[in-house]
Structures are given as C-alpha cells and as structure tokens.
C-alpha cells in the first residue's frame, strides 16, 4: 500500500464527508491508500458518519475510542494500524488540505527523507493562537535543534519505519519530530502548507494547552537526553548544590578558626549566621538529587527496553 492517512477526530461531523471526499480526489486512481480515522469519544454524531462512509468507500477504516483521550493516543492508535509506505496525519477540520498528500508523499519517496512537516506560513487562525505559537516553536528549535517552523502542525508525513519505531502519549503529538530524531530519524524536511480558514464547529484546544506543550517539551528533552543515564542529571546537579553547600560551610569554619585562633576575640555562633542554614539546605538538596539518581538508575536497569535499540538493516543475519 502506498498511503496510509491517519486521522483523529472529536466532533467532527460536519466536516467529515467533505474531508473523505476531497482525500478521495486526490488518491484514487493514483495511489493504493487508507483513511484511518480515529474517534476520540466525540459527543455528536461523528461514529455514525464514519460508519455511513465506511459503507461507501473501502478505503475508509475506523476506530473509536470509548472516552475522549486525546490526540496523542488517536495517533498512537492510528499509527500501529497504518499499512502504507508513507504515512500523513491531517486534523479532521479541513484546515488541513488534502492536496498537500502528493507533494509530501514525493518528498518522502523521491527525496528520501523521513519526515516532513508541514508549515503553516500564513495561518487563519487569531492572534491570541500565532502569537503563543512563535514562541513554542523558537523554544522548540533552540532546546531540539531541529530546524523547523511549526512544530505542531498537524500535517506531517513519515516513512512507515519512523512511526513504527515512536510511542506518542500524553500530549506528545507536538513533538514528534522530537522523538523520531530520538529513535535515530534524522533527515527531517519541511514544507509549507495551505492552511484553510476553519468552516465547521470551534478549536477543541484551549489555553491549557500551552503550559501543557511547556512541560511536555521538558519531558521529551529530558527523555531524549538522559532517560538511560538519569546519574548524568541528577549527579551533576546534586554535585554542583552540595558542593556549594560545602563551600559555605568551609567558610563559615574558616571564619570561626580566624576569630579564635588569629585575632583572637570570640567568635560569632555558628548558628547566627544565615548562610550555615543556606549552605546546610544546599547540601541537603545535593544528596537528595543524588539519591534520585541512584533511584532513577536502578529503576532504568530494570526497564525492559533498557538494551532495546532498533535496527534499520540485516546483512547475513536470520531474522527471527
């Protein structure tokens, strides 16, 4: 199969038939394709349109979720069902054109690379959106070192391996380009896309969603870095804090000794001075932070995917 297009969903029904039908224009007759498409415990009547068009059109498979989980878990989903070569994700709201597929399914298949993500360079969407989301993606950019624009996009297309070889969970959809150079995908491209003005229903995401995309952007930077060596973290931290908080305390003793042994005059109580306590919590912080990393090493030593690496290719060696 050519072209799997993986697609969630949370009501959407109006603009369903519509997005089926113009997928349908584009691919048929060209291209061997599947349309997942992903319910995310939508409240309207979106499962019975996917069923109605599901009769119609072979091409069109569904899975629905019995609650709403987000759109992490519908492409989790989506992706571990998709059978093409090149797999693309579009938002159900037609503000994704399907006229992108071809171009992006080119890019993946003639120019090789292994991911592109789409651009919206000029967006139909209100300030109090585009504003937020220039500076996620320069944050984004600076913290991965991919060079992309727009990180969440949500037309992106990949090759199979790529979405084969990443887990995308909690809000993790943002960052995928993240976790494929991770997995070891690193020709990543992108181009820009048509983004449409939105013709049915209203956004389903709030203003949550950017201290969410803050944290989750933590995490997979974190996950990315140190994930099989949490001592390299938590070590070097916990060096630097009780380290400082040793300094504080040689000086507060070398105070002390200059006081009775030097000049002679009583010295001050040790207890007196802010930065014993300062100097004690630093210290305290230190062998907590070493702690946590002893903890997180062992725990990651019984992770069972702790020697799981992913193999691209085999040159005389069975695959079992």
């Not at 629905?64 to 492409?75: P, T």
């Not at 983004?195 to 203003?207: C, E, N």
């Not at 933590?218 to 916990?238: A, E, I, N, Y």
Request: a neutral charge.
């Amino acid at each position: 199969m050519d072209i799997s297009i993986v697609v969630p969903l949370f009501n959407e029904e109006e603009s369903l038939p519509e997005l089926c039908a113009w997928i349908d224009r584009v691919c048929s007759g060209s291209y061997t394709y599947e349309v997942i498409l992903v319910d995310d415990g939508s409240r309207d009547d979106s499962w019975k349109v996917v069923e109605d068009i599901a009769e119609q059109n072979p091409h069109i498979k569904g899975i629905r979720f019995r609650r709403n989980y987000g759109k992490s878990a519908a492409l989790n989903v989506g992706f571990q069902h998709a059978q093409g070569e090149v797999v693309i994700t579009m938002d159900a709201d037609l503000q994704d054109s399907p006229d992108e597929i071809v171009p992006l399914y080119k890019m993946i298949m003639e120019e090789g690379y292994d991911l592109v993500s789409g651009w919206k360079k000029k967006r139909h969407d209100p300030i109090s959106k585009t504003i937020p989301s220039k500076f996620f993606n320069w944050v984004t950019r600076k913290m991965s070192g991919i060079e992309l624009n727009d990180f969440n996009c949500g037309l992106k297309a990949y090759k199979n391996k790529v979405i084969k070889s990443i887990e995308v969970y909690g809000e993790m959809h943002r960052y995928i380009p993240i976790l494929a150079k991770r997995a070891g995908f690193y020709k990543i491209g992108e181009k820009v896309v048509s983004h449409q003005a939105r013709k049915y229903g209203t956004s389903k995401f709030g203003l949550e969603r950017f201290l969410n995309g803050f944290l989750d952007l933590l995490s997979v930077s974190f996950m990315t870095k140190f994930s099989g060596r949490p001592m390299h973290f938590f070590g070097l931290w916990g060096t630097l804090a009780f380290s400082a908080g040793a300094l504080l305390a040689a000086i507060i003793v070398g105070q002390k000794a200059y006081h009775l042994y030097i000049i002679h005059e009583p010295a001050p109580l040790v207890a007196d001075n802010p930065l014993f306590y300062l100097g004690l919590f630093a210290m305290v912080i230190g062998m907590q932070l070493f702690t946590a990393g002893f903890i997180g090493e062992l725990i990651s030593r019984k992770a069972a995917d702790r020697n799981h690496y992913l193999v691209d290719t085999k040159v005389g060696i069975p695959i079992k």
